[in-house]
């Protein structure tokens, strides 16, 4: 049976919200009215617009600050990041007319997960017994490499620019994580290709997944995603401006502040185990609220899934053994979505 759209619960007017999205005491959000005041501690916004300059030093200050960032939160802000604001407006643009249509047309799109067919459009199949569910719908499709994206069968097929504008938006996000990965290489000491070539080089995957979170009318019960670290070894992540992301930073949940014209870069799992934990993944989850819808674009940057990750050789000596099994990527998958099926069988029990 087809999984119900949230987007359709959220327009039926209802007041209160099915028991499968309401999460668990522990995990209810204490701060859905989001307090976009709190002065205390922010995610770190970084300036990449000294990295072309040819200024050796700049350069040096910037990969110093990712890498900081990188250790510290898992996450940053990136300003001035060379990806164009016309081009970020007609990739939500485009995103947004798609979720805009009418459910019954965008169900020509619709995935299948529960029998491995994950492309398309989408809302989250309970996976066990306890069927919680998150406050959201979503596109997903493989942005790149160009051979393994079937556009005509897996993306949307309206607008009529979703395909243009989106593949100009991947060539771009494919140069900025060559230009991060450097970063991250040579502020670990490696030379600047080291992690990218780990991660596939040309065969790197990257797919990407427009959420969708409705408007919920108990957004103190629920999650638009739950706490997770991405499986990626780079998330690079837009939003329509609506707050709603949170880090998970020194015990607390801080709120991301919507900054005009920043991309929000996390670490995913890769980074972390290639790193041996110098980089840290950062745990994030994403509220819902009331009033307004809130659209994000997840660009997921991953290893090809038979791609075996584990600390780099150079990250590991006798005061620093290995924080992690090399694993292949698939493996990975395997791996986290058993232990979230034991955690949740553990509390069901
Ligand atoms: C995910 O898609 O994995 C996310 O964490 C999305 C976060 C967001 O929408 O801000």
Not at 34 to 54: E, R
Request: glycine share 8%; aromatic share 8%; charged share 25%.
């Amino acid at each position: 049976m087809a999984p119900a759209r949230v987007e359709t619960l959220s327009s039926s007017g209802l007041e209160s919200i099915p028991l499968e999205y309401v999460r668990p005491v522990e995990e209810r959000p204490t701060d859905s009215v989001l307090d976009l005041t709190d002065h205390g501690p922010q995610l770190p916004v970084i300036d990449f617009a000294g990295w072309h300059s040819g200024d050796a030093e700049e350069r040096k200050k910037i990969m110093r600050e990712i890498a900081e960032a990188s250790q510290e939160w898992g996450a940053m802000q990136l300003l001035n990041h060379g990806i164009s604001q016309s081009l970020i407006a007609r990739l939500q643009a485009a995103g947004k007319a798609f979720f805009d249509l009418p459910i019954k047309d965008k169900e020509k799109y619709a995935n299948d997960s529960g029998s491995g067919k994950i492309l398309g459009y989408g809302s989250k199949l309970a996976n066990n017994a306890s069927g919680q569910l998150e406050w959201e719908d979503y596109y997903f499709h493989i942005l790149w490499p160009e051979h393994k994206r079937d556009v005509a069968n897996t993306w949307p097929g309206y607008p009529s620019d979703y395909e243009e504008v989106t593949v100009a938006y991947g060539r771009e996000i494919r140069k900025l994580t060559a230009q991060i990965l450097g970063a991250l290489s040579l502020e670990l000491g490696l030379e600047e290709g080291r992690m990218e070539r780990v991660l596939g080089g040309e065969e790197l995957l990257m797919e990407l997944k427009i959420n969708y979170y409705p408007r919920c009318p108990q957004p103190e019960l629920a999650l638009g995603v739950e706490a997770h670290t991405d499986i990626s070894a780079l998330t690079f992540l837009l939003h329509n401006m609506v707050p709603g992301l949170q880090l998970f930073h020194h015990g607390k949940w801080i709120t991301a502040k919507c900054i005009p014209g920043a991309l929000i870069l996390q670490l995913g799992d890769q980074v972390e185990i290639m790193s041996n934990g110098k980089y840290s993944s950062g745990l994030h989850r994403g509220l819902v609220n009331k009033e307004k819808v809130r659209i994000s674009w997840a660009v997921f940057c991953c290893p090809p899934k038979d791609a075996v990750i584990g600390p780099m050789k150079e990250m590991v000596d006798d005061q620093n053994p290995p924080l992690f099994p090399a694993r292949t990527f698939q493996e990975h998958i395997d791996y986290k979505l058993f232990r979230k099926n034991q955690a949740k069988e553990k509390a069901t029990n």
